[in-house]
Nanobody, 121 residues
Framework: QVQVVESGGGLVQAGGSLRLSCAAS????????MNWYRQAPGKQRELVAG???????TYADSVKGRFTISRDNAKNTVYLQMNSLKPEDTAVYYC???????????????WGQGTQVTVSS
């Protein structure tokens, strides 16, 4: 069993900062990639940032230069530092991880329950 738990969401004024955390726990052999997605009301879920096991990162154009993704492999944890937040960043942020539970298993995706980020103008 694998659990993915996010934390760190909340309400912040425009221009402020928040740091999201996501920890994967349970039977984990290896983690291929850890991603942050977000979904605003009435919109599709979109990839915000991702980081691979070799620390290769990717960002959505809308957050480049403002958000930074990082990971702590020893803790199976990924972070999203969000600076210069804008009202349009308001969404539920979801952690997604692709991992292998046991050495002989195929990789599969797991999702967290989401954490609300609200940016007021």
């Amino acid at each position: 069993q694998v659990q993915v738990v996010e934390s760190g969401g909340g309400l912040v004024q425009a221009g402020g900062s928040l740091r999201l955390s996501c920890a994967a726990s349970g039977t984990i052999f290896s983690i291929d990639v850890m991603n942050w997605y977000r979904q605003a009301p009435g919109k599709q879920r979109e990839l915000v940032a991702g980081i691979t096991s070799s620390d290769s990162v990717t960002y959505a154009d809308s957050v480049k230069g403002r958000f930074t993704i990082s990971r702590d492999n020893a803790k199976n944890t990924v972070y999203l530092q969000m600076n210069s937040l804008k009202p349009e960043d308001t969404a539920v942020y979801y952690c997604n991880t692709i991992l292998r539970g046991r050495r002989w298993e195929f990789s599969r995706a797991y999702w967290g329950q989401g954490t609300q980020v609200t940016v007021s103008s």
